[in-house]
């Protein structure tokens, strides 16, 4: 999963045109840089789980700087788009997506911007968007096995994991990234 904001945290996500023209630029490299299961658009960051076909950071400079391009020539912009780096978390299982991917589906609710992810129009949660399927290497086999997971520590809020998988809103969660810790909200 990936998460980016913009420059000062500007709510830069509330003008439709805006926002409009990131899902146009999310889905023009999907297939070339990477392939789509999950993004919501936020009014100031995002959030996409995305499997990349190139580099991570290859993936995120293509919507990154793919964004703040059309930007400029479509929208007439010289701001500053986007705050420098992102986060990243690597997805080690099928829990561990459905975690991921109930927070990214349930994260406008959390901040209050609608009352069910299906109504928040700039999510995957929203009927209409075309994603691709799960990654091969999570999904589950008959036996409760998954094909390819990744050694990696257990989730340690079992209680928030098993919440978050089921269906319960989640609460907002803050992640570690090198030096620093990122709220998500």
């Given at each position: ?42 009014p100031d960051h995002i959030h996409v789980l995305v499997?990349?076909?190139t580099s991570l950071e290859r993936a995120v400079q ?92 257990p989730f340690q809020d079992i209680k928030r994991q ?24």
């Amino acid at each position: 999963m990936v998460t980016t904001s913009t420059w000062g945290r500007r709510s830069l996500f509330r003008n439709n045109r805006w926002t409009k023209l990131l899902i146009a630029t999310l889905y023009h490299y999907r297939g070339s840089a990477y392939l789509i299961h999950e993004f919501v658009i936020m009014p100031d960051h995002i959030h996409v789980l995305v499997s990349p076909l190139t580099s991570l950071e290859r993936a995120v400079q293509f919507l990154k700087g793919g964004f703040s391009y059309r930007a400029k020539c479509e929208l007439g912009s010289n701001m500053e788009v986007w705050q420098k780096g992102f986060s990243d978390h690597r997805i080690r299982d099928d829990s561990d997506y459905k975690l991921h991917a109930s927070y990214v589906r349930h994260n406008p609710v959390m901040a209050g911007l609608c009352e069910r992810t299906e109504e928040y129009l700039y999510s995957s949660a929203h009927p209409g968007f075309e994603l691709d399927q799960v990654p091969q290497g999570l999904k589950p086999l008959s036996d409760g096995e998954l094909v390819g997971a990744a050694e990696a520590a257990p989730f340690q809020d079992i209680k928030r994991q098993s919440e978050l998988v089921s269906g319960a809103i989640p609460r907002p969660f803050k992640a570690r990234t090198k030096n620093r810790t990122i709220r998500h909200a």
